[in-house]
């Protein structure tokens, strides 16, 4: 069974940190592209970083960057998402994403199969 799980989210203070971590089951991440995208309420999903298969490049959204960083462990067939000095705007909820097409995008409409998010909540 193809499965994609988050894990990691929870409670944060302003300038705080969290892990996230997007494990597969039942198929290989090496062969696919990973996007990690996010929604807030009343907000639609947006693209939040993505990492390339065949380069290793990656990708972020502009107000994330220099913040964020997108990681593979191979070994565990996992994606990480290192989200460090968080603001109360990333507060939502987190989901990876498997893209089986060739380079990274942050459309949700590429990607084909989504875990079932995880909350981060940044608030004081």
């Known amino acids: 069974q193809v499965q994609l799980v988050e894990s990691g989210g929870g409670l944060v203070q302003p300038g705080g940190s969290l892990r996230l971590s997007c494990a597969a089951s039942g198929f290989n991440l090496d062969y696919y592209n990973i996007g990690w995208f996010r929604q807030a309420p009343g907000k639609e999903r947006e693209g939040v970083a993505c990492?390339?298969?065949?380069?290793?490049?990656?990708y972020y959204t502009d107000s994330v960057k220099g913040r964020f960083t997108i990681s593979r462990d191979t070994g565990k067939n996992t994606v990480t998402l290192q989200m460090n000095s968080l603001k109360p705007d990333d507060t939502a909820v987190y989901y990876c994403?498997?893209?089986?097409?060739?380079?990274?995008?942050?459309?949700?409409?590429?990607?084909?199969?989504w875990g079932q998010g995880t909350q981060v909540t940044v608030s004081s």
């Open positions: 990492h390339e298969r065949s380069t290793g490049s990656t």
């Open positions: 994403a498997t893209r089986g097409e060739n380079g990274c995008t942050m459309r949700t409409r590429d990607y084909d199969y």
